[in-house]
């Protein structure tokens, strides 16, 4: 069974671009999420998908940052415009359940603004 | 709201010491408590995952326990190898499934 993929694993991009990032989670899982970890921070939740359904985007920091799941199957999230502080690793986790269900996390993409 | 602690924050042993990494959380009110190794540039492998239900969870060298009351979780670790060295994270979900971390505990284990 493949595991979550996420491409790129890495992205340098000068402040004003436009990135975005995509994830694949792990096949027959309904529930994906996305989690941030800026440096010297812990690991920081963005939001949760359950099949296309935005669950709970409580942790998406401002309205630059806009995430889809068409279809229910592979996510992507877009930073527009990006700012320095945007840097960081960004996660992508799936789980067949939610409720606590462990999560299965993919290498996460390292994202740069210059 | 959900805190995560782990500390210290870097920890070097020598190869062959049994270790214990500390997680503690101010809310009890936990379904589980999952402790994720992280290796340099790498994702998080999930380790283990404790039910609140549980007290113990153990797979080969690695043992995590879960006093949900005092809010402390613990990996132990038996007979250390320098592959072992890693980042090692401990996460609680929240009633929303979103999971809450702890900044980590980078281990070195020395030849």
């Known amino acids: 069974e493949a595991g979550v993929t996420q491409f790129p694993s890495h992205s340098v991009i000068e402040k004003g671009q436009t990135v975005t990032l995509r994830c694949d989670p792990i096949?027959?899982?309904?529930?994906l999420y996305w989690y941030r970890r800026v440096m010297g921070k812990e690991i920081k939740f963005l939001l949760h998908?359950?099949?296309?359904?935005?669950?709970?985007e409580s942790g998406m920091p401002n309205n630059r940052f806009l995430a889809e799941r068409t279809g229910g199957t592979y996510s992507t999230l877009k930073v527009q415009p990006a700012e320095l502080e945007d840097s960081g690793v960004y996660f992508c986790?799936?789980?067949?359940?939610?409720?606590?269900?462990?999560?299965?996390f993919g290498p996460g993409t390292r994202l740069t603004v210059l | 709201k959900q805190e995560v602690t782990q500390i210290p924050a870097a920890l070097s042993v020598p190869e062959g010491e049994n270790l214990v990494l500390n997680c503690s959380f101010t809310?009890?009110?936990?379904?589980?408590l999952q402790w994720f190794r992280q290796d340099p540039g790498k994702g998080l492998t999930s380790l283990l995952l404790?039910?609140?239900?549980?007290r113990e969870q153990t797979s080969g060298r690695l043992n995590a326990s879960l006093d949900k009351s005092s809010g402390r979780s613990t990996l132990y670790i038996a007979a250390s190898q320098p592959g072992d060295s890693a980042t090692y994270l401990c996460?609680?979900?929240?009633?929303?499934?979103?999971?809450?971390f702890g900044k980590g505990i980078t281990l070195s284990v020395r030849p």
């Open positions: 809310d009890s009110a936990i379904y589980n």
């Open positions: 998908f359950v099949k296309e359904s935005k669950q709970d």
């Open positions: 986790a799936s789980s067949r359940t939610g409720g606590g269900d462990t999560q299965y």
């Open positions: 996460a609680v979900p929240g009633a929303n499934s979103k999971l809450t």
């Open positions: 096949s027959g899982h309904d529930n």
């Open positions: 404790i039910q609140s239900s549980q």
